[in-house]
């Protein structure tokens, strides 16, 4: 490190509430904090280093309140060396305001410098953690931006990424370097004596103190409901503990030198609250950032894929009702699958709508898409609970359908070649022979012979061999799903996993989205 570039002076310059502060906050202490109490024109002054160079910075801060009467001051243009020009870019106004800030800087740098000494200029769109709320795009931004002299356009959130932040205000400061402002005829060596003398000082007291104010303001809000709360069903005398033992904790961060040791037991407790206060503060403020974007487009593929399994069981379905080959395996035998295609195509319109919803829900960020979304996946989780319930409560009742089935295809084995094509899979699939009474069920069937007596249609080969013929195909068959009643749960709990997280995700989008559109109104 050679010597000391600088000061530079850098405006921070923009409408009420477009994160000045936050920005600034972030980029000299990595840190977001929810609120900022400031005074008019804060100056931070610090030493940084940049490509291995110390620079010395002057940060302005003034609050957007009446920015353009501050913009008259000539001193503003003829002392900085760089501005920052912000807007968030989810208030239109606050973007037009930056556009006027940026026509005064042009004006009345124009008058000062030649174009080449024209100051350097950020123009930032903040609160990018917002993004579903954009009223300005990035296009649009650059555009302008281009119009002016050695202004350049970014895009930050102070809320999610400390990097974003950096980055702006190290090609401010590359550029400032760059036009050789301050160096070598105003860069100076500080050494550290010097600089203490000076006043300046490598710490941040400006920072120090907006950091205490706001802690200090957010715990005095906060402490009032809680004694409030807690103090109701207190005698008088513990009340006045309480609210003594608050105002030493309070009075520990008022004081100028904070002795922590005799504040130990009350620093804990409030640091403890500032973490909860400030992260959920955090969460508040951002409106989830990018957890929230990580969720919109967690739901968006989740969705997509829904709709292709809804797709895929359409398919199957009109190929099973349309497919000339299965048409000669089911017409006469076994009717009741093309009930089941047409309930297989209803299921698949449904998670095809269920999937599009959810799809155009989570993208266009519809509330009342993800709603219609979440009310359909419940009522589908409901239904499939109910059966689901059914079909354990009523085993019995299901055992002697099936039962029935099997005993018709039975009797008209050796009659109807789709009965025999059906009991034979059967038989052969599931090793059973007949319905309930095994190769008994055939000895009681046959066509009647010409005198009229009941010719004995023979037990059929699929059966196979003696020990398969005494097991009844309903009994095998239930067995099996016993036998597999793990695997069934698991994908009946999988589907229902499935099921719970995309109605969690469509309400916390929902709340999400609810959130974050009151909170810019
Ligand atoms: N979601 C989100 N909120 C932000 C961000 N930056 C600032 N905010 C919030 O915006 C509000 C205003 O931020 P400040 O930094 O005080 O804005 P400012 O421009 O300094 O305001 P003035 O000094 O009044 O002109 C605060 O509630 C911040 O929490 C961001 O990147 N994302």
Redesign the pocket.
């Known amino acids: 490190m050679t010597g000391t570039y600088g000061p530079y002076s850098i405006y921070v310059l ?12 972030r980029y000299l202490t990595k840190r ?5 109490c ?1 005074a008019d024109n804060t100056v931070y002054e610090r030493l940084v280093v940049v490509d291995d160079k110390p620079v010395q910075l002057k940060i302005h ?5 009446g ?1 353009r009467s501050k913009l008259q001051e000539k001193s503003t243009f003829t002392k900085t060396d760089g501005f920052i020009v ?1 807007y ?1 870019i989810t208030n239109r106004a606050s973007f037009e305001g930056a556009m006027d800030i940026l026509d005064i800087i042009k004006r009345e740098t124009k008058s000062d410098r030649s174009k080449e000494r024209a100051p350097p200029t950020i123009l930032v769109g ?5 993004n579903h709320l954009r009223k300005v795009s990035s296009a649009e931004a650059h555009r302008c931006c281009w119009s002016y002299v050695c202004c350049t356009f970014q895009e ?5 990424w400390s990097s974003e932040v950096e980055q702006i205000f190290l090609s401010l400061i590359r550029k400032m370097m760059e036009k050789n402002i301050g160096t070598p005829k105003r860069r100076r060596k500080i050494s550290a004596g010097a600089m203490m003398n000076s006043g300046m000082r490598p710490t941040l007291p400006q920072v120090e103190n907006l950091r205490k104010d706001t802690i200090q303001r957010r715990f005095s809000s906060l402490i009032a409901p809680i004694l409030r709360d807690r103090t109701s069903s207190m005698s008088d005398d513990k009340v006045e503990d309480a609210t003594q033992m608050s105002h030493k904790s309070i009075s520990c961060f008022h004081s100028e030198s904070v002795n922590w040791k005799s504040c130990r037991f009350t620093t804990v407790f409030w640091v403890g609250f500032a973490g909860v206060t400030v992260s959920s503060g955090i969460i508040n ?3 989830l ?1 990018g957890c929230y974007s990580c969720i919109k487009y967690l739901m968006f593929a989740f969705n997509f894929l829904f709709w292709l399994v809804g797709c895929a069981i359409l398919g199957v379905a009109i190929w099973v009702r349309v497919d000339p080959d299965f048409k000669k395996y089911v017409e006469g035998n076994f009717e009741q699958l093309y009930t089941g295609a047409y309930i297989l195509m209803g299921i698949g319109v449904l998670i095809m709508i269920i999937g599009f919803l959810g799809c155009c829900g989570a993208i266009k960020e519809s509330q009342c898409m993800l709603a219609t979304f979440f009310v359909l996946l419940f009522l589908i989780f409901a239904i499939l609970v109910a059966a689901g319930v059914y079909a354990l409560v009523q085993q019995d009742d299901l055992k002697s359908e099936v039962n029935k089935v099997l005993q018709g295809r039975v009797a008209d084995y050796h009659q109807n070649e789709g009965s025999k094509t059906f009991m034979d899979n059967i038989q052969v699939n599931f090793k059973c022979c007949g319905a309930s009474a095994g190769s008994g069920d055939y000895l009681l069937t046959g066509v009647k012979d010409l005198f009229g007596g009941n010719k004995v249609g023979g037990i059929p080969e699929t059966c196979g061999d003696i020990v398969q013929q005494v097991k009844p195909c309903t009994q095998q068959m239930f067995d099996f799903l016993k036998e597999h009643v793990i695997i069934i749960a698991g994908v009946a709990i999988g589907i229902g996993v499935v099921m719970v997280l995309g109605m969690t995700f469509s309400c916390l989008l929902c709340c999400v989205i609810r959130r974050a559109e009151s ?1 810019t109104v």
């Open positions: 923009g409408c009420e509430g477009v994160g000045k502060t936050a920005i600034v906050v977001f904090l929810p609120e900022y400031h801060n003034p609050t957007g309140k920015m912000a968030d903040t609160k990018t953690d917002l930050c959130s102070a809320a999610s403020k951002m409106g950032g909170h």
